[in-house]
């Protein structure tokens, strides 16, 4: 059977992958409230690194290492560095679901940056925009607990997603993915070794497992990911990548005993019908000719 005809499998590989994402978020959050967020970074990034040396090294040898875009791969790897820094020292402040949420934004804006670099934007994907934004604005509404500039944080993490995102686009025409994954994780590990030596706290046995468990969890999520794509088209795939906002719900509830009010639970519904707009408009666009 062709590997592109089992939409089932690339559905299954998906939902595991949010969950395994959201779960990875959810003890990133409980880990910083133990932890600078620093430390909690690094160990994520060299777990990561190691992982990857480990796994594929093997079987790539110094390919895996090769790249034409070094300057750009360089910033892929900043870029997620950011959307790290930024997302979990927000999740100090603000309760997972919502911040998901937010981060979620990103298909929406990369169509806003897609259209500043002279893409054709459909009124229907401006809709879809314009309502996501809305979306964000009901979570954090005037007056209601998340409106505090903490929730710049993930918001933030939103708009280096988004860069992050448009280079990954650029690099998929030349590099290899388990390339540009390794170079953004050596990145990350060399960027965060730095920013530890200040703020270096011994953890416990115990809890260094679980940072390195962290490398395991990411490298695995968006591995997960990838591998789905093979198995079913982005069209029909990008609906479900929309689970992790539910999956981080229940993470909190269950972890964090925290429950989102009816008006972010509206919020994050908006967020994710925008999305699926997005996505069905997108999928119904002709490809372009080879």
């Known amino acids: ?36 967020v620093f430390l909690v970074i690094w160990a994520r990034y060299m777990a990561q690194t190691v992982l990857m040396l480990t796994l594929f090294t093997p079987r790539m040898g110094r390919r895996v290492f090769h790249t034409l875009r070094p300057k750009l791969q360089i910033c892929r790897g900043l870029s997620l560095v950011s959307v790290s820094m930024l997302f979990i020292s927000g999740l100090s402040y603000i309760p997972l679901a919502e911040a998901t949420a937010v981060i979620f ?23 879809a925009v ?35 995102q448009l280079i990954t686009r650029r690099l998929s025409a030349t590099d290899h993915p388990v390339t540009s994954n390794f170079i953004t994780s ?29 490398g395991a969890m990411a490298m695995s999520g968006h591995l997960l990911l990838t591998n789905a794509f093979r198995f079913a088209s982005a069209a029909a795939l990008a609906p479900f990548t929309y689970s992790q906002i539910i999956f981080a719900g229940v993470v909190g509830l269950v972890a964090f005993g925290h429950t989102p009010d009816f008006g972010a639970i509206v919020g994050m519904a908006i967020i994710i019908a925008s999305g699926l707009v997005m996505a069905y408009v997108q999928g119904r666009q002709p490809r372009p000719a080879l």
């Open 1 to 36: 059977m062709n590997n592109s005809h089992r939409p089932l499998l690339g559905v299954s590989l998906i939902l595991v992958s949010c969950l395994t994402l959201a779960s990875h978020d959810g003890l990133s959050k409980y880990l910083t409230q133990l932890y600078p």
């Open 130 to 164: 314009g309502c996501g934004l809305i979306g964000v604005m009901i979570i954090v509404r005037p007056g209601g607990a998340l409106f505090t500039p903490a929730i710049l944080l993930p918001f933030g993490a939103a708009l280096s997603f988004t860069v992050y």
């Open 186 to 214: 050596v990145v990350g590990s060399l960027v965060m070794s730095v920013l530890v030596f200040f703020n270096w706290q011994t953890p416990t046995l115990h809890d260094a497992l679980m940072m390195a468990g962290l």
């Open 105 to 127: 934004l990103t298909p929406l804006l990369v169509t806003i940056a897609s259209a500043l670099l002279g893409e054709q934007v459909s009124r229907a994907q401006w809709l």
